[in-house]
């Protein structure tokens, strides 16, 4: 699995969330939402730092990763974030590994 993220997106995380200089930003599972990868849950972010790194990815000073106990949600498939431009907001896609 690998997270790929726009660069459009990675500063869109950093405006709303507020971060200056080195970052992390975590993608875990939480229950319930719409359009996640497996119906009953969805993706919920936090910025904390990395305990179990399953996958990561780094752009912009920001560090994007997975936890290795939320790896089952993307059935081997890619996490593709770009930046929905209409609505000003990431839209997550999961693209076969």
């Not at 780094?58 to 290795?68: C, P, S």
């Not at 839209?91 to 590994?97: D, G, K, M, N, R």
Request: net charge negative; hydrophobic share 35%; proline share 3%.
């Amino acid at each position: 699995m690998k997270i790929i993220i726009s660069e459009e997106a990675a500063e869109w995380y950093k405006n709303e969330l507020d971060l200056s200089g080195r970052a992390y930003v975590r993608f875990h599972v939480r229950y319930g939402g719409v359009g996640g990868n497996v119906p009953g849950f969805s993706l919920g972010i936090s910025v904390e730092s990395p305990k179990d790194i399953h996958s990561e990815t780094t752009v912009n000073d920001v560090t994007f990763f997975v936890e290795e106990e939320d790896a089952w949600y993307f059935e081997d498939k890619n996490l593709v974030i770009t930046l929905d431009k209409t609505l000003n907001e990431p839209q997550f896609t999961y693209e076969a590994a």
